[in-house]
């Protein structure tokens, strides 16, 4: 029987996992904390696999929590389990070392297939965190920084005047990122624009 320890600061999600994950003939133990999990795995022996949510309420994140467990000479594998879908996180966890990442807003069936691939010896992503990084490094490298600059004080209210002023262009040249930020955003109206760029976590 493999032992997983489950880490995630939402004591719902923790009995949720533990439960499903019970049932499927693993042993996990749970750590609502990153310090929690350090204690736990510095005096457990026998800890196959960390699944860790990459938002802790701890002054610390999933993938630092992994790196320290490294630092410390607990070398197993991890899975990082988590809600957050923006730009900024995906890129994160693009560069992360790491066996596996899945989405919760995914089946749970998805996690027990990646603890099983992982389980192996092999990694893992999710299809949906597959999908949301092609369409995230599209989308990141079409826009330039003057289209996000111009994005960014259009979802703050401002008119083409304002934005011409405080960037000291033209409100021509404005108005050619606004059609730049609508034909690469494929969108047909700017708080369409706004929206989805604040989803692929493009602009806050």
């Known amino acids: 029987m493999k032992t997983l320890l489950v880490v995630d600061d939402h004591p719902i999600v923790l009995e949720g996992i533990e439960s499903v994950l019970s049932g499927q003939g693993y042993k996990i133990l749970k750590a609502s904390s990153s310090s929690e999990a350090l204690t736990i795995a510095g005096h457990i022996d026998g800890i196959d696999m960390f699944v860790i949510d990459l938002s802790l309420s701890s002054n610390t994140d999933g993938l ?116 730049n930020i609508l034909r690469k955003l494929c969108s047909k109206t700017m708080p369409e624009a706004i929206r989805r760029a604040i989803n692929l976590g493009i602009i806050h």
């Open 64 to 179: 630092t929590l992994a790196e320290t467990l490294r630092d410390r000479g607990i070398d197993k594998p991890v899975i990082i389990y988590t809600m957050h879908e923006e730009l900024w996180n995906i890129s994160l966890l693009m560069k992360a070392d790491v066996q596996g990442i899945v989405f919760k807003g995914e089946t749970i069936d998805e996690l027990i297939h990646a603890i099983d691939i992982v389980g192996d010896g092999k990694t893992y992503t999710s299809p949906a965190f597959d999908s949301r990084r092609r369409e995230a490094m599209q989308t990141n490298g079409i826009l330039s920084a003057k289209d996000i600059e111009v994005l960014r004080l259009l979802s703050d209210g401002k008119m083409n005047r304002e934005i011409a002023c405080a960037m000291d262009i033209s409100e021509k040249t404005v108005e050619y990122h606004r059609s």
